[in-house]
């Protein structure tokens, strides 16, 4: 089965510091990574995602991600916050060998970029 | 830039009545999903739409959850009788064809259903 653990609820970051929002997965073969954004009110924003190749994939509003297979994480940085960057941001999996679309998410890691 | 949309917002219905929550995925996406959020908890995968038949769906998905694309457009979950417990966020999306779901799926801005 496939899982997604975000160990922390919320990340706290002074405006221009780099932030790091956690994420390791479980799945039985190889993964679909994703992270999405939810703004308050507001659908899921597709950020980035890992397919294969580089494992460090570039996103959206300045965002990156590092794919680790040895460490099975996934982590989210940028190396400059900004305050519109708070949000609730989720990681989530797909397993590529079962064939099915379903993405399993985390339970989600609140940012919070104080000025 | 081609985006999701969902109706209506906020439905707020009786236990026990059912309810259409809609969806209008983007034109040239050929699969079709629905997810929940509870207040507070992470987002759940309910089913996926492909070819006009569901192609997998969760342990949520019981008989009172249904899911048609009655049109070209619209992609409808319908609740028969809901339960109090029925009460979520439920966010559709969609996705392209394509290599074995590599693909990113595009979320609407959800529908809150509250029971009472």
């Known amino acids: 089965a496939q899982s997604v653990a975000q160990p922390e609820d919320q990340v706290n970051v002074a405006e221009g510091n780099p932030l790091t929002v956690k994420c390791t997965y479980s799945?039985?073969?190889?993964?679909?990574l994703f992270w999405y954004v939810q703004y308050p009110n507001r659908g899921l924003q597709f950020l980035l995602k890992?397919?294969?190749?580089?494992?460090l994939v570039k996103g959206s509003y300045g965002f990156e991600a590092e794919f680790n297979k040895s460490q099975t994480s996934f982590h989210l940085k940028k190396p400059s916050a900004l305050v519109s960057d708070s949000a609730l941001y989720f990681c989530?999996?797909?397993?590529?060998?079962?064939?099915?679309?379903?993405?399993?998410f985390g339970t989600g890691t609140r940012l919070l970029v104080s000025p | 830039e081609p985006e999701v949309t969902q109706t209506p917002s906020h439905q707020v219905t009786q236990m026990g009545q059912e309810v259409i929550l809609r969806c209008v995925p983007i034109?040239?996406?050929?699969?079709f999903y629905w997810y929940r959020q509870i207040l507070g908890q992470k987002v759940e995968f309910l089913v996926s739409?492909?070819?006009?038949?569901?192609?997998?769906k969760s342990e949520i998905f019981d008989d009172q959850f249904s899911v048609e694309r009655p049109d070209g457009s619209n992609f409808t979950l319908k609740i028969r009788s809901t339960k109090l417990e029925d009460s979520a966020m439920y966010f559709c999306?969609?996705?392209?064809?394509?290599?074995?779901?590599?693909?990113?799926?595009?979320f609407g801005p959800g529908t809150r259903l509250t029971v009472l």
């Open positions: 999306a969609s996705s392209e064809g394509g290599l074995a779901g590599s693909n990113e799926q595009f």
């Open positions: 034109s040239n996406h050929l699969y």
């Open positions: 739409f492909y070819n006009n038949e569901i192609s997998e």
């Open positions: 890992y397919i294969t190749g580089d494992n």
């Open positions: 799945v039985s073969g190889n993964p679909y």
């Open positions: 989530a999996v797909r397993d590529r060998n079962t064939g099915f679309q379903k993405l399993v």
